[in-house]
């Protein structure tokens, strides 16, 4: 599986997770999943800036309410639900352990971006705990 990214969205990721520091900041990615000669290709179309509830470095936590919210508008707009994105203030782009104990959305992608240095790796959930290395491309 390959996911898109364009670099205005990564730029707009990169500026939220840079205004939030040094709190882990969080959101929502949406677009559309397509079957090219083979190979799955999710395409992000859209980026939705979410608030951290818990305010922490290490963890994060998008609010029922606001992903009842996001994904009533994904859905309202004919868009699929790619999965999230968060930063690690003071981490690699990898998952850490609270990312791997945490994570529940199997069979989506996570997008970590670390702050320093800047760097975003695109991880899939393949089952509670354990995640595989998407391949990531900016355009």
Same mark, same amino acid.
């Given at each position: 599986?390959?996911?898109?990214?364009? /670099? #205005?969205?990564?730029?707009?990721?990169? $500026?939220?997770? !840079?205004?939030?520091? @040094?709190?882990?900041?969080? +959101?929502?990615?949406?677009?559309?999943?397509?079957?090219?000669? +083979? #190979?799955?290709?999710?395409?992000?179309?859209?980026?939705?800036?979410?608030?951290?509830?818990?305010?922490?470095?290490?963890?994060? %936590?998008? +609010?029922?309410?606001?992903?009842?919210?996001?994904?009533?508008?994904?859905?309202?707009?004919?868009?699929?639900?790619?999965?999230?994105?968060?930063?690690?203030?003071? %981490?690699? /782009? %990898? @998952?850490? #352990?609270?990312?791997? !104990?945490?994570?529940?959305?199997? +069979?989506? $992608?996570?997008?970590?971006?670390?702050?320093? @240095?800047? !760097?975003? $790796? $695109?991880?899939?959930?393949?089952?509670?705990?354990?995640?595989? !290395?998407?391949?990531?491309?900016?355009?």
């Amino acid at each position: 599986m390959t996911i898109i990214l364009r /670099s #205005k969205d990564f730029e707009t990721i990169v $500026s939220h997770c !840079k205004e939030e520091e @040094p709190i882990e900041a969080c +959101g929502i990615i949406a677009g559309q999943i397509r079957d090219c000669d +083979g #190979k799955i290709v999710k395409d992000v179309l859209r980026i939705y800036l979410c608030k951290n509830e818990f305010q922490s470095p290490i963890e994060y %936590n998008i +609010g029922a309410e606001e992903q009842l919210r996001i994904f009533s508008e994904i859905n309202d707009d004919g868009l699929d639900l790619l999965g999230f994105y968060h930063s690690h203030p003071n %981490n690699s /782009s %990898n @998952p850490s #352990k609270i990312d791997e !104990k945490r994570a529940n959305y199997v +069979g989506y $992608s996570y997008l970590i971006l670390s702050l320093h @240095p800047i !760097k975003i $790796s $695109s991880w899939i959930l393949e089952q509670q705990g354990f995640f595989t !290395k998407e391949e990531l491309n900016i355009i």
